[in-house]
């Protein structure tokens, strides 16, 4: 039987993560206590799927190390990158409260490392306290919220400005380098690959990342704000 978890069997950067989630974050000792006691570890190699379009519900996770890719599979064949997740994020909560399968493919775009919330497992937490199908619904509604931001941003931000926006989504002061090739950064935003190499160039050319096969590295991460901020660089 796998060992429950605590705050104490994580590590200094994994605490971190979580206590810095405003949905986690947001919880009483006691509560994060009682949702860690349901958690158990996963570990993801780079390339490995975690699950798939259409499989049946098995919990929701939190990323502790890692990055995950979620995407769709098209009628046509055709892949659709939809979003990467980063340490800190949760997935899977829309299968938990329609009980449906799951709406898209979850892989690790590198080692990974991850906290499962079993199905058996959410299930005792909400028979032991029922508040906690409202503290599920507020982390389901946190990603609608963005979802909007989003679509308000794809309709009336630049281009420039909405990239800038996502590098800084990817990556933090710590984390300064974004295992992503470049067509897969513009899935992401809708972009064409043409247009996506043409102002990575522009970004690279002002000092602001450069680019490697792969991996798109933040050289100047503040002016990178700026730039998601205001649309421009402020002198």
């Not at 974004?178 to 899935?187: S, T």
């Not at 000092?207 to 704000?225: F, K, S």
Request: glycine share 6%.
């Amino acid at each position: 039987m796998e060992a429950k978890l605590d705050l104490s069997a994580l590590n200094h950067a994994e605490r971190l993560v979580l206590q810095t989630d405003l949905w986690f974050g947001s919880f009483s000792d006691a509560q994060q206590q009682q949702l860690l006691q349901q958690g158990r570890r996963r570990v993801l190699s780079a390339g490995q799927p975690l699950f798939s379009r259409g499989a049946p519900f098995c919990g929701i996770y939190v990323v502790l190390q890692g990055q995950l890719l979620i995407s769709g599979l098209h009628q046509s064949g055709q892949q659709a990158l939809l979003t990467l997740l980063t340490p800190g994020q949760w997935l899977g909560e829309i299968a938990w409260f329609d009980q449906m399968p799951r709406t898209h493919d979850v892989q690790a775009l590198t080692d990974s490392q991850l906290l499962q919330f079993p199905k058996t497992a959410l299930q005792q937490l909400v028979q032991q306290d029922p508040l906690w199908w409202q503290r599920f619904g507020q982390l389901l509604t946190v990603k609608l919220r963005l979802l909007f931001v989003e679509l308000e941003d794809r309709a009336l931000l630049p281009a420039k400005q909405r990239l800038a926006r996502r590098l800084c989504q990817l990556s933090n002061d710590q984390q300064l380098q974004i295992p992503l090739q470049q067509e897969q950064l513009g899935q992401l935003l809708s972009l064409s690959r043409q247009t996506t190499n043409q102002l990575l160039r522009q970004l690279a050319e002002a000092g602001l990342l450069q680019t490697r096969y792969g991996t798109i590295e933040l050289l100047n991460r503040p002016a990178l704000v700026q730039l998601a901020q205001h649309g421009t660089l402020l002198s």
